[in-house]
């Protein structure tokens, strides 16, 4: 049987540049080790779409350059306030944003 578990680092090589990336709402369960791996393999030309609402692993993932453009309803950091990557891109006109509800 082949084993189904692989280490983060394995998980990130899977994702490649200009590949469309689902990621989880908010702060909560969200996989960190796969994610820093992603920024350090310096992936990019992502699309990235937040399930529910787009939280830190949104804003981390923007703010290293990974990201082109994102599908979303909201991109915020919950209880911590706004997403600073998010707005400092898009107001930069870095970010192709398309807003869903």
Do not use: W
């Amino acid at each position: 049987m082949e084993e189904k578990v692989v280490s983060a680092a394995q998980a990130a090589e899977l994702i490649e540049s200009g590949m469309h990336l689902g990621v989880g709402s908010g702060m909560d369960m969200n996989p960190m080790p796969v994610v820093r791996e992603i920024i350090k393999n310096r992936t990019s030309n992502l699309t990235l779409t937040s399930v529910l609402t787009g939280g830190y692993v949104a804003d981390l993932l923007i703010g290293a350059g990974c990201v082109t453009s994102v599908q979303f309803p909201q991109i915020v950091m919950d209880e911590f306030g706004l997403a600073p990557q998010f707005r400092n891109y898009t107001e930069a006109g870095k970010l192709l944003i398309m807003e869903t509800i």
